[in-house]
């Protein structure tokens, strides 16, 4: 008995098994490979701003930038070009338009609400996605509305849910709540709902950690001289936590969220890993601006190199178990795959 026992324990190790034979060849590694990447996997943030014929770069995002309305059709044409399936819309506000309440986020004419109308025109078939939050909109740079010194749920809910309609009516696809107040999942679904917007879907962040990883988007929708120092903390989570990103995931997807964002990305593929295993949702992966600019600045100075270092960090998103990425790098990876696949 005693023998036999050791015997399967050799069949099973070395130098019988030898993990590097499946390695060897190419084609056994591709055999091999568990994950796939796809353009099915893509989605690209774009940012907006006024003015006319301006595209300027974001200083602290390289290769990013904002673009004035009357270009944005030939940046849609282009994406859409590349076969990636759905964009991300970020405004920058005009100062002259923050108020404490953010009330220009209801304006059916706001920057946003225009910029869906010219995608959906020049591709309806290119998904819309769109930031329900009030931050590029308050001259404090907050998510929500300030009452005797504190972030008032109830009182940024009303406005969140105004928000969503102006957005869902202007043609959005898909509504993104990014601003962690609580219910905020279950009260834009029932306000789309009285308003007929049924199958608009929602796209929660439903655990976005209090990170210092979104500097570089706060300087690209103009918030971070509004925010200052202050921070955060009073609603987006302690990055020490991760049983709770569970409960809020759980809580959003009661509330009625049609898939969920694990935000930032590769910091907390724990996080992913845990919500796709034990929840069996749709996670998307939220590869934010202050990871764009690390991996952007180390290749600039020739530490990386760029197709290895970004495909690299794609399949992580997909071995954690995400269904899709947001990510700055999503042109580039589809001009990448374009080229591999033919
Ligand atoms: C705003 C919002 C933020 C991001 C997306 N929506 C910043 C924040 O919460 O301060 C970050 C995206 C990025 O860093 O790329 N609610």
Redesign the pocket.
Known sequence: MKQRSNKQFSINSFPRVRMRRNRLSEFSRKLMSENNLSFNDLIY?IFITYGSKVKEEISSMPGIYRYSLDLLHKEIEYISSLNIPAIAL?PKIENELKTPDGKEALNKNNLICKAIQISKKVNPDLGVIT?V????YTDH?H?GIIKEDQIDNDLTLDILCKQAVAQAEAGCDII?P???MDGRVGAIRDTLDEHGLINVQIMS?AA?YA?S??????D??G?AIN?SNKS?KSY?MDPANSAEALREIRLDINEGADMIII??GMPYLDIISKAKNELSFPVIA???????SMIKGAIQNGWFDEEKIIFETMMCFKRAGCDGI?T?FAPFVAKTLINKTF
Do not use: H, N
């Open positions: 943030p970020f930031d939050a009030l931050d590029p740079g998510d993104a990014s601003d962690m962040y976005k990170s990883f979104y500097g570089p988007f706060r690209a929708v918030s925010l955060k987006q935000k930032p939220y590869q934010v601006s202050g990871e764009y947001i700055y």
